[in-house]
């Protein structure tokens, strides 16, 4: 069987079939895909763990391919162009959107969460969200530009400098894309991680310190940063609520502290350390048209990110492939699909 597509049927079930017909309506462009990512918000959803997704569902969203076809009222847009996809789909209507917040729109619709994804031959996008990439740039590293620009967005709402000393909380896929940024930016960046093997992938991206969990007393080991205020700016890529404790802990007074993770569970919160240090916590959801910005980085050569695509699958071994992630996540960083 030739696999043209890729869905959840329902939780724990992942399906691979014969996608619908393309055909771009008014103002959408149709794209041949030619490579995915697997994200773990993919994951999330075929376990049912993602309160936003609906059975069935095609998932993919960090995805790169080649416009072939053209909707009516699209003039941005010529078949032959490169493109990477951006998943927001805002209204352009609500209070968020009209406050530049379209990764926050009140009717939100998320490409491959709330709307079928990439994981197919074949898929039509609103033209305003294929971001045009030169043919310079690999597929592999193409399809991290979704990823990049997560970091990116982060990193722009909490503000980072080249003065920031930056903790970042994990050192997967997330935390990994953090500190490329970061780094671009000219920031210190010290990366905290319970496994040895992420934290040496992080030394190769560039981290300035590393810290192990379990082993390092990670609070005192911060302390001494920023003349002794600690870290400036902590981002949490892993979503484990009680990191929000140690994030306010060891934040230095006037920091920053940028949430990535969607966990439903509540954190614990001093807010004597919220207000005696006048701390900034800022959530950070998908991104707010950063893809451009991502992409020319990319194209500058300011970012060279291939070394986190640890594996690729054609897209009809995608069950093995996930299953790979799921039972050796010491093996993975970001595995790729090619259609």
Request: proline fraction near 5%; charged fraction near 20%; charge should be negative.
């Amino acid at each position: 069987m030739i696999v043209v597509a890729i869905s959840v049927a329902k939780p724990h079930e992942l399906r691979l079939s014969e996608a619908p017909v393309v055909t771009p309506a008014a103002g959408e462009v149709a794209i041949r895909v030619a490579r995915a990512g697997i994200c773990g918000s993919d994951i999330h959803i075929l376990h049912g763990s993602n309160p936003f997704a609906r059975y069935p569902r095609i998932i993919g969203h960090e995805v790169v391919g080649t416009i072939d076809a053209i909707g009516d009222g699209v003039d941005s847009h010529a078949v032959g162009d490169r493109v990477v996809i951006d998943p927001v789909v805002a209204c352009g209507r609500c209070y968020p959107c009209r406050h530049d917040r379209p990764n926050v729109c009140a009717h939100l619709q998320v490409i491959g969460v709330h709307r079928d994804g990439g994981f197919r031959e074949r898929i039509a996008v609103p033209a305003a969200n294929a971001i045009r990439i030169s043919a310079g740039i690999e597929d592999a590293v193409a399809c991290l530009a979704e990823p990049l620009s997560i970091a990116a967005n982060v990193l722009e709402r909490t503000g980072i400098h080249v003065d920031d000393t930056v903790l970042i909380l994990g050192a997967g896929t997330v935390g990994l894309t953090v500190l490329q940024v970061a780094r671009l930016h000219g920031a210190r960046c010290i990366v905290c991680d319970l496994d040895e093997a992420r934290l040496e992938r992080a030394v190769a991206f560039g981290a300035d310190r590393v810290l192990l969990s379990g082993r390092d007393d990670i609070a005192a080991a911060v302390a001494g940063e920023t003349d002794g205020l600690g870290p400036t700016l902590v981002i949490d890529g892993t979503g484990v609520p009680a990191l929000l404790d140690l994030a306010c802990r060891v934040a230095s007074p006037a920091g920053r502290i940028g949430l990535l993770g969607f966990a439903a569970t509540p954190s614990p919160l001093s807010q004597q350390q919220v207000v005696s240090k006048e701390l900034l916590i800022v959530g950070s959801r998908l991104n707010r048209g950063r893809l451009p910005q991502v992409v020319a980085w990319l194209e500058e050569g300011r970012l060279s990110p291939g070394a986190m695509v640890t594996q690729c699958f054609a897209a009809e071994d995608a069950v093995e492939a996930f299953r790979l992630i799921e039972d050796h996540p010491d093996r993975t960083v970001k595995v790729q699909l090619t259609f």
